[in-house]
């Protein structure tokens, strides 16, 4: 939640497998709730402390799911030929 009452969440959908992420803003701005891909939350948010959030809960499912986290991604997943 920031400060001003917005909240923002992470939406797993089961049938596509894709995240997004749900802002809903505070009450006083009418509280409504907007639906963001995960790429055009963080084009838009991803310098803000709402996509660092992003980034550490997005590293936190890639290791409880057993998935390699982007430093594991930069080796290389076979040998390189000389």
Not at 28 to 43: H, K, N, P, Q, V
Request: charged fraction near 30%; hydrophobic fraction near 30%; proline fraction near 5%.
């Amino acid at each position: 939640m920031s400060s001003n009452g917005d909240k923002w969440f992470l939406e797993h959908d089961r049938m596509t497998g894709e995240h997004f992420v749900i802002h809903r803003a505070n009450t006083a701005s009418g509280g409504a709730a907007t639906r963001w891909s995960i790429a055009s939350f963080l084009e838009v948010a991803g310098d803000h402390p709402q996509g660092q959030a992003l980034r550490e809960a997005l590293r936190n499912i890639r290791s409880l799911e057993g998935e390699p986290t982007s430093d594991e991604n930069s080796k290389p997943d076979f040998p390189e030929k000389d």
